[in-house]
């Protein structure tokens, strides 16, 4: 008992249990100090973003009274698009045909959010949101079309070929007034209608660096609460106290690691403690809810980063369990940058030389299956969520019980040929390549021999994949995860609903039943993105087989040999 908690003091949990109360102020001058600030970082600045430009200053900032406590607004700020490096041929045709359509109306438009904040950052927006005075009704009659969704926040659906562009109206917002907001931001004098417009609603978003506006018109970009200047020392920063704004919609947390991790921005310290004091009220989010922000994080290119943040901020033991006490049982620490076939790549890898032929092939340096997965996936290119969901599995049943290279090898081209058992293990036997080395999950090579034993070996592969799949959705055993380590946090959360669950299968069910009639292996290795978004069962299998693969066999490069590198 004193070991485990010992364990758990050393991985950073709490001794006090969570507590989630209304703020007392929410002008907060200083946060207490609890054991958990020692895991907090301060921003640092990224060298690799952009040098920003001064700004035109629009207003001074304006000293409020809350509660006794002065809160400084930030200084308004107009910057030139082009000073920033944006330019309209970075908006996607389908965006501009909508801002165009409502523009040629009379009504102003413009974009916000967080596509701003990655064309600043000349990264691929995940999608371009629009604002705009016209009333929802308007906008539904300027589109053949277009819906109105949501009750709470009704927004507007565009649907242009294939796509949905969302488009919200200011005065939406302004029927909807964050409450306490004005508490903390009041209207600056001399501002116009169309700044004081703008301002009310930045004010209702949940970080400053998705709080900038773009009018590709005028271009020119419109910060009122601090973004650019967050942008500039690679921050997360809510609007309103943090303690408050995660109070206010306990989803901004999720949201909060998704950010950071794809931008690698730190927390402010405010912030961190914030999301820590509070993390227990995701328990709270509907589970479809929890299923979409994780796949946010997951499926769009920054899954490691994020599986690594949650971690070392002790939210991985409440969304997954499972994968949480798998760190614990390696030893692995909150701030831990060893590897292990799940999270990061080996940091001192070693780098093997291999004679064949005469000829020499220099293995890359190892990659988890979270690092071999984000580096084909892109905001603009995610996966669907099974094909996460069956990795986690496929980990789960190796950190169970170790297997052979070989066996994950003829599993991989199993399920990448449809379940033609023979054929796999006949190209796995095959193999000269070197397996990775240093991961506690594989085992050393036993020399299989017998096609039949090889073939068993598989399939047991196969149905233990699909017994770890059953795990992570039954909340017994999901509760019982960290039962060793009582000073973790309770949680029995699956969010994996029964039709996911029975879709993931699908992808390893062909191991064991055999190839499908009429069943094509993919040849090539190019990706269909649009297949792979809406979970073909095909592309899933291929991507799947894919990563696995390249990560227990890492590709080698060989300047005289441009095939060295296919499977």
């Known amino acids: 008992m004193a070991m485990a908690a010992a364990i758990g003091i050393g991985l950073g949990y709490s001794k006090r249990p969570f507590a989630i109360c209304p703020p007392f102020i929410y002008c907060v001058a200083k946060f207490p100090r609890i054991t958990f600030v020692s895991a907090v970082e301060s921003p640092k600045a990224d060298d690799a973003h952009p040098t920003l430009p001064k700004s035109i200053p629009n207003s ?22 082009k000073q920033l490096g944006i330019t309209n041929s970075m908006i996607d045709k389908r965006t501009q045909y909508v801002l165009k359509a409502l523009k040629n109306k009379g009504y102003q438009v413009y974009l916000v ?19 705009t005075s016209a009333e929802l009704k308007e906008v539904v009659r300027s589109f053949p079309r277009c819906e109105i969704v949501g009750r709470r926040f009704p927004i507007c659906h565009v649907h242009v070929a294939d796509s949905i562009i969302e488009v919200s109206s200011f005065s939406t917002v302004a029927n909807k007034p964050r409450k306490n907001s004005y508490h ?26 998705n709080g900038l506006m773009f009018d590709p ?88 980063a994020s599986l690594r943040l949650l971690w070392k901020y002790g939210l991985l033991e409440i969304l997954l369990p499972l994968q949480a006490a798998y760190f614990v ?40 299956l979270f690092s071999n997965l984000d580096k084909l996936l892109a905001p603009d290119r995610p996966c669907h969520s099974s094909l996460w969901i069956c990795l986690l599995a496929f980990h789960k049943a190796l950190a169970d019980q170790p297997r052979d290279p070989l066996v994950i090898a003829a599993f991989c081209l199993a399920v990448h040929n449809g379940g033609s058992l023979p054929e796999a293990v006949n190209i796995a036997k095959s193999i000269t390549r070197p397996h990775a080395s240093g991961f506690r999950e594989l085992l050393e090579d036993q020399n299989q021999n017998m096609g039949e034993n090889l073939e068993n070996d598989v399939k047991d592969l196969a149905a233990a994949v699909k017994k770890a799949l059953c795990q992570m959705t039954d909340e017994t055993i999901i509760s019982q995860a960290m039962a060793k380590y009582p000073q973790a946090p309770f949680s029995d959360l699956v969010f994996i609903s029964l039709p996911l669950q029975l879709r993931t299968e699908r992808i390893i069910s062909c191991v064991a039943k055999g190839r499908e009639k009429g069943f094509a292996p993919k040849h ?29 066999y890492p590709p080698y490069s060989n300047k005289n040999d441009k095939h060295v590198n296919g499977n």
């Open 217 to 304: 018109y005028s271009k020119l970009v419109y910060d009122y609460i601090g973004g650019i200047e967050d942008i500039k020392k690679s921050r997360v920063r809510t609007v309103i106290p943090a303690f408050s704004s995660f109070t206010e919609d306990c989803a901004r947390i999720l949201r909060a690691f998704r950010i950071a991790a794809r931008l690698e921005f730190k927390f402010t310290k405010e912030l961190a403690l914030s999301l820590k004091e509070l993390s227990y009220s995701l328990l709270r989010l509907d589970k479809g809810r929890i299923l979409m922000e994780l796949n946010y994080m997951l499926a769009y290119g920054s899954a490691e």
């Open 184 to 209: 903390l931001f009041r209207r600056p004098r001399g501002c116009d209608e169309r700044d004081y417009i703008r301002w009310r609603n930045c004010i209702q978003r949940d970080f400053t660096i």
């Open 113 to 131: 959010g967080g596509c701003v904040r990655d064309l600043i950052l000349k990264r691929i927006p995940k999608d371009f949101d629009i604002i």
């Open 60 to 81: 001074p900032g304006i000293v409020n009274e809350v509660g006794g406590i002065q809160c400084k607004t930030r200084e308004w700020k107009t910057l030139s698009s």
């Open 524 to 552: 090539g290795t190019k990706i269909n993105y649009e297949s792979l978004a809406i979970g073909s069962l095909h592309e899933v299998q291929y991507m799947l087989s894919r990563i696995i693969f390249d990560t227990i």
């Open 329 to 368: 049982s390696q030893g692995f620490r909150r701030r831990d940058k060893r590897s292990n076939l799940l999270l990061s790549p080996i940091a001192m890898a070693k780098m093997h030389k291999v004679l064949v032929v005469n000829k020499c092939w220099l293995a890359t340096e190892h990659k988890s």
